[in-house]
């Protein structure tokens, strides 16, 4: 049993990133964003080059063994995202939701499917769950106790097993005046999410009152490297295609990197700084254009 084996295994040699300085293997990312926002595209999309060995924004790639399990659509839905970017035939196998059992509450249960499928490489080294927040023991996603739980569980099963985990999930429910300022928490449910996870990628509408416009802003926050922030525009087939020459992706991080450094600068002052006299301070003496603020 999957139990017993958390238990006696001995911890692997860490592997090398899945792409370097974005996904660390051993470990559990998430990639979020409103219904519609083509997370999975994107994730799809990442997936064929990096099982290519290409770089991924620049990345280098380390491709291994792995496995998609749409855990909230089946199959044959998934496979009809893959055929409208023209994958189908690239990336597999694919386990639906109508393959699996998903009668216990019991998350060690439900992996425990999921990693002994039949169709399931046995070498495997990946696990892409499309739809991560059905495996919540009774859909309590707001839960803390519950979500974290759930993660250790699963952090413990890709350290014991060498496996990664990159899962999909929903953003909160805001309007664009009230998003949630910090990144990592706008995931849907709890913050453990984001605090159990490593890697998480948002993907969102550029203007999110009119989220039929085909701009996507992509940001991309490791645990432990640089961030990036990348703008997309969707094709007529929905497939992400970078927006204008790649420096405008580098001029953004340039900025958010000028940014970090003048946040940092500002937290050894002694007081507190109003967000005014932040704003203005980083516009006039450091230059930060008005949209990087």
């Given at each position: 049993?999957?139990?017993?084996?958390?238990?006696?295994?001995?911890?692997?040699?860490?592997?090398?990133?899945?792409?370097?300085?974005?996904?660390?293997?051993?470990?559990?990312?998430?990639?979020?964003?409103?219904?519609?926002?083509?997370?999975?595209?994107?994730?799809?999309?990442?997936?064929?080059?990096?099982?290519?060995?290409?770089?991924?924004?620049?990345?280098?790639?380390?491709?291994?063994?792995?496995?998609?399990?749409?855990?909230?659509?089946?199959?044959?839905?998934?496979?009809?995202?893959?055929?409208?970017?023209?994958?189908?035939?690239?990336?597999?196998?694919?386990?639906?939701?109508?393959?699996?059992?998903?009668?216990?509450?019991?998350?060690?249960?439900?992996?425990?499917?999921?990693?002994?499928?039949?169709?399931?490489?046995?070498?495997?080294?990946?696990?892409?769950?499309?739809?991560?927040?059905?495996?919540?023991?009774?859909?309590?996603?707001?839960?803390?106790?519950?979500?974290?739980?759930?993660?250790?569980?699963?952090?413990?099963?890709?350290?014991?097993?060498?496996?990664?985990?990159?899962?999909?999930?929903?953003?909160?429910?805001?309007?664009?005046?009230?998003?949630?300022?910090?990144?990592?928490?706008?995931?849907?449910?709890?913050?453990?999410?984001?605090?159990?996870?490593?890697?998480?990628?948002?993907?969102?509408?550029?203007?999110?009152s009119k989220p039929l416009l085909d701009s996507r802003q992509v940001t991309i926050l490791p645990r432990n490297s640089k961030g990036l922030v990348v703008r997309f525009k969707l094709d007529k087939n929905g497939r992400f295609t970078p927006e204008g020459e790649s420096?405008?992706?580098?001029?953004?991080?340039?900025?958010?990197?000028?940014?970090?450094?003048?946040?940092?600068?500002?937290?050894?002052?002694?007081?507190?700084?109003?967000?005014a006299k932040l704003i203005q301070y980083a516009q006039e003496v450091h230059g930060i254009n008005d949209k990087a603020v």
């Open positions: 049993m999957l139990t017993d084996k958390l238990q006696s295994a001995v911890p692997r040699p860490r592997e090398p990133d899945l792409i370097q300085d974005i996904f660390p293997s051993n470990e559990i990312h998430i990639i979020g964003g409103p219904s519609g926002s083509g997370k999975s595209t994107l994730l799809f999309q990442w997936l064929a080059d990096w099982q290519r060995g290409e770089p991924v924004l620049g990345h280098k790639s380390n491709p291994c063994p792995y496995v998609i399990v749409a855990c909230d659509r089946r199959k044959s839905s998934c496979e009809a995202t893959l055929d409208r970017i023209g994958l189908k035939e690239v990336l597999s196998p694919v386990i639906g939701t109508e393959e699996l059992d998903w009668g216990s509450d019991d998350f060690i249960n439900c992996f425990e499917q999921i990693v002994n499928h039949e169709r399931f490489p046995s070498d495997r080294k990946l696990v892409v769950l499309e739809g991560m927040a059905t495996l919540v023991p009774a859909g309590k996603i707001n839960d803390y106790h519950s979500v974290s739980h759930m993660l250790r569980l699963m952090s413990r099963v890709c350290e014991r097993r060498g496996l990664t985990v990159i899962g999909t999930m929903h953003n909160a429910k805001t309007s664009d005046n009230h998003r949630i300022t910090n990144p990592r928490e706008r995931i849907l449910g709890s913050v453990a999410w984001s605090g159990f996870s490593d890697t998480l990628v948002l993907v969102e509408q550029m203007d999110m420096e405008g992706a580098i001029a953004i991080n340039n900025e958010l990197s000028r940014l970090e450094k003048i946040f940092e600068w500002v937290r050894q002052q002694p007081g507190e700084w109003p967000i």
